[in-house]
């Protein structure tokens, strides 16, 4: 009942840029600062792959994509981004937002596709 939405995916010429969008309109304010909010990546034949992550008061992201990705969160919109520059083919796959809340909740976008050509 606390899906979260996902927008932004599409088709982008290697170096170019993407912003996905997770929306959590069903989520109480409090509820939604208080969680570490993901974006993870899915390639067929390879192993779900953390990406970027944000908490109260710190980010994280994976190496691969370090300098070229920001994650952000807005507490107002109840929304967290995933902003995707310098884009490779290597970035190609199925990004899903997660939400883990402090009672140990556990929420999962629906998917969204990134696919880079070359």
């Known amino acids: 009942q606390v899906q979260p939405v996902e927008s932004g995916g599409g088709l982008v010429q290697a170096g170019g840029s993407l912003r996905l969008s997770c929306k959590f309109p069903?989520?109480?304010?409090?509820?939604?600062?208080?969680?570490?909010m993901e974006w993870h990546r899915q390639t067929p034949g390879k192993q779900r792959e953390l990406v970027a992550r944000?908490?109260?008061?710190?980010?994280n992201y994976a190496d691969s994509v370090k300098g070229r990705f920001t994650i952000s969160k807005d507490n107002v919109k109840r929304t967290i981004n995933l902003q995707m520059n310098s884009l490779k083919p290597e970035d190609t796959g199925v990004y899903y937002c997660?939400?883990?809340?402090?009672?140990?909740?556990?929420?999962w976008g629906q998917g969204s596709q990134v696919t880079v050509s070359s």
């Open positions: 069903r989520m109480i304010l409090s509820t939604f600062s208080g969680a570490i």
């Open positions: 944000i908490t109260s008061d710190d980010t």
């Open positions: 997660h939400a883990l809340t402090v009672g140990a909740q556990h929420y």
